[in-house]
């Protein structure tokens, strides 16, 4: 048996399956880790929208994470919807009581659809408590610029942003993702060094719901791994622009990606490869 690879998801449940827990784990078996969860709160969502949000006791989410890193152990975890800012509190605790270094931080805020995932007082929690501890954080533009408080309108921008994250919150490394940009979706990356640029092409398309989620949980998974931070990014970048890419077509809305379309690619390769080897 090869080693088994062990990556955890701090985030809500999303009934519809595309985002949230429901996608995280969905990425983490495509990409051959063991996915395991903890539920922060439940939503009723479909491609629709958000029509109901439940948040789970703290003491059930404290419970759940307690249980898996005691037992089966964690290589490497992400959040994603906090919701309240205790939660924040009991996750920055416990990941400094655990030691847990592989913490990817995607600071989930508002729904494509306008819900609000994170209470607006929790904000100041993460800035303080949960980005000190981040390996990396992953915001989009429009949460880039409520964390640090700055318009973000250019490349030069992302950069400064990245670089203010690093410094100002003491994340690691943070990366600005570019799908709310025109034109191809760059994503910068700033690893407390230098920066590295991600590009692709861009799909017109309605069907992106949670991109974010699958994004940070690939690279969450190549962590787990063992991959470096540009390693894990680049594969991550390749899972979410073929999920983006081979769309499902679910649902009345803003639907899914599809989480099985950079294994499928993978396998069209090593067929051929093995028919071209055969060949030899
Ligand atoms: N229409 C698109 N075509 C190709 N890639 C996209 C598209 N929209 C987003 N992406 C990529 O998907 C990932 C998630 O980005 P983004 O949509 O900005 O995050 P979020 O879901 O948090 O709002 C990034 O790598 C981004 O560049
Ligand atoms: C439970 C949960 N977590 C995260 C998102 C963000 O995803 P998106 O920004 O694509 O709506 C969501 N809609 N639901």
Not at 44 to 71: C, F, M, R, W
Not at 164 to 182: D, N, P
Not at 190 to 215: K, L, M, V
Request: glycine share 10%; aromatic share 6%.
């Amino acid at each position: 048996m090869d080693q088994v690879f062990k990556a955890l998801t701090i985030a809500g449940s999303d009934s519809g399956g595309g985002a949230g827990i429901q996608a995280d784990l969905k990425t983490f078996q495509m990409l051959e880790v063991y996915g395991m969860s903890a539920i922060t709160a439940v939503t009723a969502q479909n491609t629709l929208g958000v029509h109901g949000i439940y948040d789970i006791p703290i003491e059930g989410i404290a419970k759940q994470i307690e249980s898996v890193i005691s037992d089966i152990g964690v290589d490497a975890l992400k959040t994603g919807m906090l919701s309240q800012p205790e939660v924040i509190e009991l996750v920055a605790d416990l990941v400094t009581k655990h030691k847990l270094s592989k913490l990817v931080v995607d600071p989930v805020m508002i729904a494509k659809g306008g819900a609000a995932l994170l209470a607006e007082h929790a904000q100041d929690a993460m800035r303080k408590r949960l980005l000190p501890l981040a390996a990396l954080v992953t915001p989009n533009i429009p949460e880039a610029e409520v964390i640090i408080g700055m318009e973000i309108s250019s490349l030069d921008t992302m950069k400064e942003a990245a670089v203010r994250i690093v410094e100002q919150f003491g994340s690691a490394a943070a990366i600005i993702k570019g799908g709310h940009r025109i034109g191809d979706p760059t994503d910068v990356l700033y690893d407390g060094e230098q920066f590295h640029f991600f590009t692709a092409e861009r799909y017109e398309t309605r069907h992106t719901h949670g991109t974010g989620c699958t994004f940070s949980a690939a690279i969450t998974a190549e962590l787990a791994k063992g991959k470096t931070l540009t390693e894990s990014v680049q594969t991550a970048k390749t899972f979410i622009t073929l999920a983006i890419r081979h769309e499902l077509g679910i649902g009345g809305g803003h639907g899914p990606t599809n989480h099985w379309a950079y294994w499928r690619e993978a396998q069209t390769h090593s067929d051929l490869q093995a028919k071209e080897q055969g060949k030899s």
